[in-house]
């Protein structure tokens, strides 16, 4: 079917308007806010919300401080929809449940650890054996997950093995839910030095720690994908899979490689969720797991340095925008709205940039 | 240009992606529209099951009304209908709580209450009481929907002892009523249920519905009144989930808090699974609030405990909860350590059921006798008295004739709205016009040490009124 140019211009008048329209509300808002700091009482800001609320600096920067620790733990989410997404060109909707995952690992080993007393006493070693415990679990789910419900769709219509990842999702959350029943898992007590306020631009310590954690993971895979034969290998696999197993690279090892990186960096997630929010529940992948797609989507699929971007945009604007474009801007209980801002930023940049931020129309997507 | 060129080939190759979203579309839109029609009819199953349970008694009662009052004493004057048990069946009553899910941990006691007083209080004229199968509530409005069509497809159950949770409530308490029978909740708290204590009926109360769980007003008024004049604190703020019940405290309480003088800083929602509660903190903090109460549930609620001392503006402030936080888990965080919680008064001494003649000791034995363990939330007292509140009205409202046992289902209403000074296991039970009959006694307790939760739990500092 070819579109006539009169129908292409109408549409794309019409997404032009749309465009525009979500720039205002977003300017209008910005506006409205900065007006309010400013000075609580000029026009403009009574106008747009005559009781609005007034944030001091340090509850900004507090606000942006949670916006990035959040954004940090989508963007490794992120990651792992992205190279499934580049080598194999499905989206894996199971990966927030290999987080999760990793989420209670750490919260079971860490409070074994905690009755055996070893938590408080040398919380740095325990960390880090939580971590690679966690990383090893989520691995392994990761690999048997690709081996038992995705090998055997090779070469499947994609929509297929896109289903069966929604019903993965399912069995892991109901195998979690039977195995280790419905009740909260929680962590021990971070000790005091970690979760009082550093010095630092006073921010808190495990918000830190998150930050450089993750920092830490994404340079350990970028390391990984851009200076080692392994990374060739994926890369070539992502460009073209036949082109590069007639050169003598192996894709399935490829392909699990990828998920098990993918499964590895969705560990690392959990056991941050675990520090900044102490406890988990079998439901707890969903949610991230899907902000963690989107903010793929919004970084550009395929792209890992847009993964990690798209999740840090998306952590900083479910955090800020509730307070600083809706509430200046007069919608009631902006708190409640922090999802919708969430999915918005996904809206609204696939609007102005339909392949993503760093996007590239992808070969795969051609050959399709 | 070249984009759209790509997209209208994508369609083109997966017509049938399209196709099948289409067919879930409509299967949904379907699926709601059938449910919505049972939500905006509640009267359908009513208008089938009340003309039957009139006609049904109507035939028995013009042949037998001459006979020489059979009646003797018994309550009601015939308008709802009259249920007739043969000999040998039982007295068809039923039990709706929240006895699955996340909330099991409330319903299941409040259900092994009534199962506890059927047990205690025997037989009414001979006759035995049959709870039947206990039906879950899913403490949500379509469980409570679904469980009360059960309910009502079976003409010979005379009332329900439940719901647990108001949302279910809101749901069933009108297909309950309009059958004829009657609906005694041992844990609704929710104003919108009965009344406003001025005359004003709440936008949900049905006439047949009672309850033997206090009033969110009063709880709303208990906190207010302690934190303006025990605590001293004239800012506060209140947060809740969103739920008609958090919603509904967070809202009595910030009302109760402005008229004794007190100023409200912010009221603030959440989402049920909510991880991040730093934003709505930060909201919250703008104001400046000495205290916080947020009457939700975990895991929610420890978010917010332990993020509050985190955002700036809210180090220092005095965190308080209601009963819904009151669970082992929370109290076992270090986080929650400081903190108040409102809740009915439990202390019920020596109280007895004049029904049962039983006190709450020999309850709770008898409870951990038959199930293993100690109640695992507040309502199984509220949950034994309106059990037998219940009972005592059937036994009022009934005449044995024939051998058969006549229940007057409009008696067992008047019984229960003349209920005055009741004696129950939870103090003195009364029944207002818009059925709310709990004692409607409060207390706050403080909890000192996360090392030590059953002192906290004991620990009361505060009784209202």
């Not at chain 1, 794309?12 to 309010?36: K, M, P």
């Not at chain 2, 969103?242 to 959440?270: K, R």
């Not at chain 2, 509050?308 to 076992?332: C, I, K, N, R």
Request: net charge negative; glycine share 12%.
């Amino acid at each position: 079917m070819q579109l006539t140019a009169k129908q292409r211009t109408r549409v794309d008048w019409f997404l032009t308007i749309l465009r525009v329209a979500a720039l205002v509300l977003i300017g209008a808002g910005l506006v409205a806010f900065v007006a309010q700091v400013v000075d609580s009482n000029n026009p403009f800001a009574r106008w747009a919300n005559p009781d609005a609320i007034n944030l001091t600096g340090r509850q900004f920067r507090d606000l942006v401080v949670a916006g990035l620790a959040q954004g940090a733990m989508y963007g490794l989410i992120a990651l792992g929809y992205s190279m499934v997404y580049g080598v194999l060109g499905f989206i894996n909707f199971a990966h927030g449940e290999v987080f999760m995952i990793g989420a209670v690992t750490g919260a079971i080993t860490s409070s074994k650890l905690a009755e055996a007393g070893a938590w408080e006493d040398n919380f740095v070693l325990c960390l880090l054996l939580v971590v690679v415990l966690s990383m090893v679990v989520c691995t392994i789910t990761a690999v048997i997950m690709e081996r038992v419900a995705y090998r055997p769709l090779r070469g499947k219509p994609r929509l297929i093995p896109l289903i069966t990842s929604i019903g993965v999702s399912f069995f892991l959350q109901n195998f979690i839910l039977v195995l280790l029943g419905p009740g909260t898992k929680t962590y021990p007590r971070m000790p005091e030095w970690l979760t009082e306020k550093r010095t630092f631009l006073e921010i808190q310590g495990t918000r830190l720690l998150v930050l450089a954690a993750a920092a830490v993971a994404m340079v350990g895979l970028w390391y990984l994908v851009e200076r080692t034969k392994t990374g060739k290998a994926m890369r070539a696999v992502a460009e073209d899979a036949e082109i590069a197993s007639l050169m003598g690279i192996d894709v399935n090892r490829v392909i699990v490689k990828t998920f098990a990186v993918g499964g590895a960096m969705a560990g690392v997630a959990g056991i941050l969720w675990g520090l900044l929010f102490n406890s988990v529940l079998h439901t707890a992948g969903f949610l991230p797991g899907i902000k963690a797609f989107s903010a793929a989507v919004v970084g550009g699929i395929g792209n890992l340095g847009g993964s990690m971007a798209g999740g840090l945009t998306i952590g900083v604007a479910e955090s800020l925008g509730p307070l600083v474009i809706l509430e200046p801007l007069g919608v009631s209980g902006p708190s409640q709205l922090r999802d919708a801002v969430a999915f918005s930023v996904l809206i609204i940049v696939l609007l102005v940039r339909p392949s993503g931020i760093f996007g590239e129309r992808l070969p795969s997507e051609e050959r399709t | 240009m070249n984009r759209f060129g790509i997209l209208t080939k994508a369609r083109q190759k997966r017509r049938g992606i399209p196709l099948l979203l289409a067919l879930l579309a409509v299967f949904s839109l379907l699926a709601m529209s059938c449910g919505n029609d049972d939500d905006d009819a509640p009267a359908a199953p009513e208008a089938t099951a009340a003309p039957e349970a009139t006609q049904a008694p109507a035939a028995p009662e013009p042949t037998e009304a001459p006979a020489p009052d059979p009646r003797g004493d018994a309550l009601g004057d015939g308008s709802l209908g009259i249920v007739t048990v043969s000999t040998g069946e039982g007295i068809q009553i039923r039990s709706l709580n929240a006895i699955s899910g996340p909330v099991a941990f409330l319903g299941l006691p409040n259900q092994r209450g009534v199962e506890l007083a059927i047990a205690d209080y025997g037989d009414i004229h001979g006759f035995s009481v049959d709870l039947g199968t206990p039906l879950d509530d899913l403490c949500s409005a379509e469980g409570g929907q679904a469980a009360a069509q059960t309910i009502v497809a079976d003409e010979q159950v005379i009332g329900v002892v439940g719901t647990s949770c108001s949302g279910a409530a809101v749901a069933a308490s009108p297909l309950v009523t309009q059958a004829g029978m009657v609906m005694i909740s041992p844990s609704n708290t929710s104003p919108a249920l009965t009344s406003d204590f001025e005359g004003n009926p709440g936008e949900s109360y049905n006439v047949g519905y009672y309850r033997t769980a206090h009033n969110d007003l009063v709880q709303g008024a208990a906190m207010a009144n302690f934190v303006f004049s025990e605590l001293g604190i004239s800012a506060a703020a209140a947060l809740h989930d969103g739920d008609p019940y958090t919603q509904g405290l967070a809202q009595a309480f910030s009302n109760a808090y402005e008229e004794v003088g007190g100023t409200t800083t912010g009221i603030v929602g959440i989402n049920k699974g909510d991880t991040d509660m730093v934003p709505a903190l930060t909201e919250l903090a703008t104001g400046s609030p000495g205290a916080l109460f947020f009457p939700i549930f975990p895991p929610e609620g420890d978010h917010v405990a332990a993020q509050a001392p985190t955002v700036s503006g809210l180090e220092g402030t005095q965190l308080l909860a209601a009963d819904g936080m009151l669970v082992d888990g929370f109290l076992e965080l270090a986080d929650s350590e400081g903190m108040y919680f409102s809740g009915p008064d439990l202390r019920f001494g020596s109280n007895v059921n004049q029904g049962t003649g039983r006190n709450a000791d020999q309850i709770l034995a008898a409870y951990e006798a038959a199930y293993g363990e100690l109640p695992s939330a507040a309502f199984w007292g509220h949950s034994y008295d309106a059990a037998t509140l219940l009972l005592d009205a059937i036994a009022a409202a009934s005449w044995v004739e024939d051998g058969d046992l006549h229940i007057d289902r409009a008696g067992v209403r008047q019984y229960l709205s003349e209920v005055s000074g009741y004696s129950g296991v939870t103090g003195s039970l009364s029944c207002d016009d818009f059925g709310d009959c709990a004692s409607q006694k409060i207390t706050v307790i403080h909890h000192e040490s996360a090392a030590d939760i059953e002192a906290s739990k004991n620990n009361v500092v505060y009784a209202y009124p």
